[in-house]
């Protein structure tokens, strides 16, 4: 089993920056991708960000590019989402996920979860 715990989640102003952090543990072997998904109430859970274990290559829905940044801590079990300029939009509950598959798009695909950490952006 792999355990996943989000924090950093908090309040802020439109134009604001908030970096999320997901711990990992547990038996980790083979898990190939990290990913970030959100949710807002009424919408679906959503694409946000995935970056591969091996290599470090990162991906990033179009809402994102550019002011989104995956990175990993100083021990590999531990994974940032540095998120700037943030906009209203942003605001959602956010869950890192772990899989041991390729494909980082589709949430169903993604085999931990963890239990979110909400992100509120104020206008």
């Known amino acids: 089993q792999v355990q996943l715990v989000e924090s950093g989640g908090g309040s802020v102003p439109a134009g604001g920056s908030l970096r999320l952090s997901c711990a990992v543990s547990?038996?980790?072997?083979?898990?190939?991708?990290m990913g970030w998904f959100r949710q807002a109430p009424g919408k679906e859970r959503e694409f946000v960000a995935a970056?591969?274990?091996?290599?470090?290559?990162?991906y990033y829905a179009d809402s994102v590019k550019d002011r989104f940044t995956l990175s990993r801590g100083n021990t590999k079990n531990l994974w940032y989402l540095q998120m700037n300029s943030l906009k209203p939009e942003d605001t959602a509950r956010y869950y890192c996920?772990?899989?041991?598959?390729?494909?980082?798009?589709?949430?169903?695909?993604?085999?931990?979860w963890g239990q979110g950490t909400q992100v509120t952006v104020s206008s």
């Open positions: 996920a772990a899989a041991r598959g390729d494909d980082y798009f589709y949430s169903r695909l993604y085999d931990y």
């Open positions: 547990g038996d980790t072997f083979g898990i190939y991708t």
């Open positions: 970056i591969r274990t091996i290599g470090l290559n990162t």
